[in-house]
């Protein structure tokens, strides 16, 4: 049997790893107790499968890929308690707007003194209002700039949910950014 490059020691990862995880769960969820939920999850979880740890990975990697497997279950649970709808698509498959579904352009021109720091909070704000799966795809779309299919793959969503999501966020950032920024 080949030797442990790496061995564990639980007695210390609350603080090596507690606030690393936490600050990787919130990233993801944006929700202080769900992430610290979460991040608890991960350290009984990774308790009561110590002897499955191999050893070929850092302690650091192994919780990290246990919280994971925790942050795919939350938005599993999460999304298996909403009703399932149809939603008509208004996007290509590249995630562009369908030429004859696209909304028409905005009436309001901004000002040129309204500061860019303005703008950034009302957007914050909208996104903080979403959804926490529908914020958490966005981010990783508009924000990380990762492609759907990596997304998709993170998250363990179907292709046809993570358009149905990032279709639901865009319409509601568009309606959130028109009550708060161009109808002020």
Request: proline share 2%.
């Amino acid at each position: 049997m080949p030797e442990k490059l790496h061995s564990l020691q639980p007695d210390k990862w609350i603080k090596l790893y507690a606030d690393y995880l936490f600050e990787y769960a919130n990233s993801r969820i944006s929700n202080y107790e769900a992430s610290r939920d979460i991040v608890q999850d991960t350290f009984l979880s990774a308790l009561n499968s110590r002897d499955g740890f191999k050893g070929n990975a850092s302690e650091k990697t192994w919780l990290t890929a246990i919280l994971k497997r925790k942050i795919i279950d939350h938005y599993r649970k999460i999304n298996s308690k909403k009703i399932k709808s149809e939603v008509l698509l208004d996007f290509d498959e590249k995630g562009h707007w369908i030429l004859d579904q696209a909304p028409g352009k905005w009436e309001h021109t901004t000002d040129a003194e309204i500061e860019n720091t303005e703008l950034k909070k009302i957007i914050d704000l909208c996104i903080s209002l979403l959804p926490e799966n529908h914020a958490l795809v966005f981010r990783m779309r508009s924000i990380q700039h990762m492609l759907s299919e990596d997304i998709c793959k993170e998250l363990d969503i179907s292709s046809s949910n993570y358009w149905v999501i990032i279709h639901r966020a865009r319409l509601q950032l568009r309606k959130c950014l028109e009550e708060n920024w161009f109808n002020n």
